[in-house]
C-alpha cells in the first residue's frame, strides 16, 4: 500500500519497460501487426523484466511475460485483477452482453454461475451424448467428403456450442443463425484489433453527429448492434416457443429457464441468461475450430505421431467400434496429442485483457487503475524447443499423463475460461475418433508430388491457421466399415 501510494503522489515507481516511444502516439506507429505475441516475448529477454508497457496515445497497455508474474497477478491478486477494460466500440456494437467482455460485477457473476453449473468438471459430461453424436456427423462428412474437412470442423465446433446452449441443430454451413452469429464476431474482431477504431482512443468521437466526416463507425456499429441483438433473440425465443409446445430437445436454455421460474427470478433472470447463452457461441466457436485444425495440421506434419497413437487406440478401442469418453483414462497417448496441439499454436495467445481494480506495483513497477492487462501464454509456453510438436512432453517415462494440463491456454484467475473441460473433451473426442478411421497426409497435386504445407497463422485474438490442403482417407476396409454404419440421418 505504501508503495503505491508513494507511486501515485509522486510518480517515482517506473512504469514496466517497454520499446522508445515517440511524443503522443507513443508506440502507436510501431505495434506489432504479425504475432505480436512473438515479438513482445523478445522485448522480455530486451528488457529484463516480467511485464513490458506499450504506449499509445498516453494509454499505456501491459503485457505479462512469464509464468511467476502470471501467477502473481492473476491468481494470488485476483479479486483485483479480474475485471476487463471497456472499450467504447464494444458497448456501441452491442457487445457488451458477452461474459468474457462484461466488467466484473454481479451480471458477471449471474453469468459464471450458470456456465459453472452445466460445464463444470462434474456437468461437462452431460454434454458427451452431443459432443458423440455430431463427431459421428464430422466422420460421415469428413468421410464422404474430405476435401471440405476446414468447413466440416467449422459447422462441427458451432453445432456444438448452439445445440449444448439451445438444443438448435445446425444443418449446414448456410445455417441462418450461425450466419448472423460468424458475421458478428467478425465485426467485433475487426474493431477490437488495436489502434483499429479511433472512438476507442477517443471515446468523445461518439457524441459527433452521424454526417460528420470520419464517423462511418456509427454505421458499423449499428449493423453490429442489430445482428447482435438477433443472435440472441432468435435462438432463445425458439427455446421458449419449443418448451410451450412441450417440443423442446434438452439444452442449458431449457433447463435453465426451468430453475428461473422456479425462483421467481423473472425478467432480470432471463435477461442474464439469454445473454450468458450467447457467449457459448461467441466464445466456444471460433476458438475450438481453432484447436480443431490445429489439431489436423500437426497430423498432416507428424505421420509418427499418428502411428504411435493409432497402436494405443487398436489396443485399448479395437477395430470394431469408435471411441467413447469412457477410453479417454487408458489413451494417455491421444490426450497428450490433445494438449501439446494446445501449446503447440496457442488458440488466444495475448488471451483477453484483464484490468486492475485499483492502483498496484508489481516487482517495483508501478500498474495503474485500469490498465489493460494482457497475458503472453505464447511466451509462457514456448520456452524449450517450443517449435517441435512432442506429446511426450505430457508424459511420464512410464507413459502416464504428467501433471501438466496446460492451464495457461486457457487464462488464470476468475476470469479464466468458463468452458475449458468442455473444450477439452470436444477437442479429444475429434482426435481420438478421427485418429481411429482416418489416415491424414499431405495432398498430392496432378504429379503425384506432395503439396508442401505450411505454418501460417491469423494474428486477431482467436488466432486460427491459415487454409491448407491435406489428405483424409479412410485407414483401411474396416475404418470403411464403421464409416458405412454411421446413420447419415444429420449429414
Ligand atoms: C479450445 C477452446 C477454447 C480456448 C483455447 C479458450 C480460451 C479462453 C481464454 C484464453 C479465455 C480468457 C481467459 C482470461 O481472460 O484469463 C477464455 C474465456 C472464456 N471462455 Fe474460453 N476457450 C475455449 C473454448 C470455450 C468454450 C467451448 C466455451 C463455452 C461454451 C468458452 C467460454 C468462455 C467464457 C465464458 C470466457 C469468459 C470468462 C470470463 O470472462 O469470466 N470457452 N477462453
Redesign the pocket.
Known amino acids: 500500500i505504501r508503495d503505491i501510494l508513494i507511486a501515485r503522489e509522486s510518480g517515482r515507481i517506473p512504469s514496466p519497460p517497454g520499446a522508445p516511444r515517440l511524443p503522443i502516439i507513443g508506440n502507436a506507429l510501431t505495434i506489432p501487426k504479425r504475432a505480436p505475441w512473438e515479438v513482445y516475448a523478445t522485448w522480455w529477454q530486451k528488457y529484463n523484466s516480467d511485464l513490458v508497457g506499450i504506449y499509445a496515445f498516453g494509454h499505456l497497455s501491459i503485457i505479462v511475460n512469464t509464468r511467476k508474474a502470471a501467477r502473481e497477478l492473476?491468481e494470488r491478486r485476483s479479486t483485483v485483477y479480474?475485471d476487463?477494460p471497456q472499450l467504447t466500440m464494444i458497448n456501441l456494437m452491442g457487445w457488451d452482453f458477452?461474459?468474457?467482455?462484461?466488467p466484473y460485477n454481479d451480471e458477471?457473476r449471474a453469468?459464471?454461475k450458470i456456465?459453472h453449473h452445466n460445464?463444470n468438471t462434474w456437468n461437462a459430461p452431460a454434454h458427451h451424448p452431443v459432443q458423440l453424436a455430431q463427431t459421428e456427423i464430422l466422420l460421415k462428412s469428413l468421410y464422404t467428403d474430405p476435401h471440405e474437412f476446414e468447413n466440416h470442423l467449422r459447422r462441427y465446433?458451432a453445432s456444438?456450442?448452439l445445440s449444448?446452449?439451445y438444443g438448435y441443430n445446425v444443418d449446414s454451413n448456410t445455417d441462418n443463425i450461425l450466419k448472423i452469429a460468424e458475421e458478428a464476431i467478425d465485426m467485433v474482431s475487426k474493431a477490437l484489433v488495436p489502434g483499429a477504431m479511433a472512438v476507442n482512443a477517443i471515446p468523445a468521437l461518439r457524441y459527433l453527429p452521424d454526417w460528420f466526416p470520419g464517423t462511418g463507425f456509427k454505421q458499423f456499429a449499428k449493423r453490429s448492434m442489430d445482428l447482435v441483438t438477433k443472435m440472441q433473440d432468435m435462438p432463445f425465443a425458439h427455446v421458449k416457443r419449443s418448451m410451450a409446445e412441450g417440443t423442446a430437445s434438452p439444452s442449458v436454455a431449457s433447463s435453465e429457464i426451468e430453475l428461473i421460474n422456479a425462483r421467481g427470478e423473472g425478467e432480470q433472470g432471463e435477461k442474464y441468461l439469454k445473454r450468458?447463452l450467447g457467449?457459448?457461441?461467441t466464445?466456444?466457436?471460433d476458438?475450438?475450430f481453432?484447436?480443431?485444425l490445429t489439431g489436423i495440421l500437426a497430423l498432416v506434419l507428424h505421420p509418427a505421431v499418428q502411428t504411435r497413437a493409432r497402436a494405443e487406440l487398436d489396443q485399448v478401442v479395437g477395430r470394431g467400434r469408435l471411441p467413447t469418453f469412457a477410453d479417454r483414462s487408458l489413451l494417455p497417448y491421444v490426450t497428450a496429442i490433445c494438449r501439446e496441439t494446445?501449446r503447440w499454436h496457442?488458440?488466444?495467445p495475448l488471451?483477453?485483457?484483464?484490468c486492475p481494480t485499483q492502483d498496484d506495483v508489481y516487482d517495483g513497477m508501478f500498474i495503474p487503475k485500469g490498465t489493460p492487462i494482457m497475458?503472453n501464454?505464447w511466451a509462457i509456453l514456448h520456452n524449450h524447443d517450443p517449435d517441435a510438436f512432442k506429446p511426450e512432453r505430457f508424459l511420464t517415462e512410464e507413459g502416464t499423463l504428467n501433471d501438466d494440463e496446460v492451464p495457461?491456454?486457457?487464462?488464470?484467475?476468475?476470469?479464466?475460461?468458463?468452458?475449458?473441460h468442455?473444450?477439452?473433451a470436444?477437442?479429444w473426442i475429434m482426435m481420438a475418433s478421427v485418429l481411429a478411421v482416418f489416415n491424414i497426409s499431405k495432398a498430392r497435386d496432378e504429379q503425384g508430388n506432395d503439396i508442401p504445407v505450411e505454418v501460417a497463422y491469423t494474428d486477431g485474438m482467436?488466432s486460427t491457421s491459415l487454409p491448407f490442403r491435406c489428405s483424409i482417407q479412410p485407414r483401411d476396409h474396416a475404418a470403411e466399415e464403421l464409416m458405412e454404419q454411421i446413420g447419415d440421418a444429420n449429414v
Open positions: 492473476y479480474a476487463r458477452d461474459t468474457s467482455l462484461i458477471w453469468h459464471r456456465f460445464l465446433a456444438i456450442a449444448i446452449a450468458a457467449t457459448f457461441f466464445a466456444g466457436a476458438t475450438t481453432s484447436a480443431l494446445l496457442i488458440v488466444s488471451t483477453i485483457p484483464h497475458m501464454a495457461f491456454v486457457f487464462g488464470l484467475g476468475r476470469r479464466n475460461c468458463a468452458g475449458m468442455f473444450a477439452s470436444t477437442l482467436v
